[in-house]
């Protein structure tokens, strides 16, 4: 069974830096595409990052661009967000995904999902 886990969420307060991961010991990690996700309270879940095979390429969402790295490391089978100087809209639950080798354009491309950790930034 394929279980991906993140890692706990927490509350920070703006500007502050947090490191989620997502480990996933189930699954043939290095043959999946991981991607971040998130989902604000009455919105739809939006793509935020993700990664190749590899981890030699990286696309993120405009609303994060250069304040979040995604990076991976396939001998841990774990793929990690690191979030920099955090504003309050970027309070969500965040969810890690992965995708069997092709690139992830849209949720629905998503294969597996994450439980969802919860990041709440105080203003």
């Known amino acids: 069974q394929v279980q991906l886990v993140e890692s706990r969420g927490g509350l920070v307060q703006t500007g502050d830096s947090l490191r989620l991961s997502c480990a996933s010991p189930?699954?043939?990690?290095?043959?999946?595409?991981m991607g971040w996700f998130r989902q604000a309270p009455g919105k739809e879940r939006e793509f935020v990052a993700s990664i190749t095979r590899s981890g030699g390429n990286t696309a993120y969402a405009d609303s994060v661009k250069g304040r979040f790295t995604i990076s991976r490391d396939n001998s841990k089978k774990t793929v990690y967000l690191q979030m920099n100087s955090l504003k309050p809209e970027d309070t969500a639950v965040y969810y890690c995904?992965?995708?069997?080798?092709?690139?992830?354009?849209?949720?629905?491309?998503?294969?597996?999902w994450g439980q969802g950790t919860q990041v709440t930034v105080s203003s």
């Open positions: 189930g699954l043939a990690f290095s043959n999946y595409v």
């Open positions: 995904g992965a995708r069997h080798t092709l690139p992830i354009i849209a949720i629905s491309d998503v294969g597996y």
